[in-house]
């Protein structure tokens, strides 16, 4: 009998709320509040997230990004920036403690599996990806899903983006492409380097279609059963917290 | 002055500095590797801050020596190295 993880299905929240439900359920989780979680999830409004470590004004565009009504957010994650589009992307994250037999001690081996989910419900939806070491999934040699880890509160907490479709050129107004970081990749054009699933097959793709597929991504990748759930009291009262800090300009702009 | 330095089969790593008489200022690092714990970038900014040039292939390696960090898509020699280009863009240092 395989083991059952909650789901929490579908959530639509800004980028501020998002992240302080994920850093939620990892503390949660963390102090046995709550159980191993899959979250599926859409920004709204679309936002752009930079990694942990980034230098949020080398990255961003950032008045283009007001310009646009975009929010600005940066993750507990290290990792690159990404432009979450409501219109274009799903989010997933991943909650269980860094013991759990089916995570890997190993970073790279545990990215592997859990981006395995992710090629797993691409699959489903016939697209045939890759996992590429350390964070990303490719089909063809372009990028189809970034993926990011922390590893804290003795807590595994993975989020990666799966694009659905994607407006390359709006991406890459909001965001900067760094010469130096594709100097070594033989690659002509920032905007030949992302691929996604209607793009890929040339198809219509509801997200409803994409987030059946991911579901059962999870529950084959991680053999598990996936049982819909809610946050609990606790962790809306940690969102609550949590998500002050992620709005605030000291926070964003840290670095 | 900032400098960026993108490791090869790695991540992209930042560095931006200052340098007052023979001690570095004003350290920031960033990138999008990842660092575990991902505070450590902060203590680590700090141990750099304050030392004189000379100490900064010394300081880094010791640090990691001394703070479990586990580090993917960048090393501490990458670090060292891009700290160094950083400094040597220095306005104060052009001309040594």
Redesign the interface.
Known sequence: MNETWRLIDMRIEDAYTQMAIDEAIAYARKRGETSNTIRLYRWKPSAVSV?????IE?EVDVDECRLQGVDLIRR??????VFHDYDGEITYSLVAPDSDPKIPTD??ESYRIICGCIICGLKELGVNSEFKP??DIIVDGKKISGN?????YGVVLQHGTVLVDCDARKIFSLLKV?G??I??KAIKSAEERLTNVRKYLSRAVSFEEARTALIKGFEEGLDIRLKPGKLTPYEESLVKEYRKRYKSSEWIFQ? | MRVEYKVPGGKLVAADSSVEAGFIKNVKISGDFFMYPETNIIDLEEAITGIRIEDLESTILNFFDFHPTQLIGVGPSDFIHVVKLSLTSSPSLQGF
């Open positions: 990694g942990y470590f980034q230098s080398n507990i994650t290290g990792g690159g920036a970073i790279i350390v964070n990011a880890q922390t590893r804290r760094s130096v970081k100097s070594d670095r």
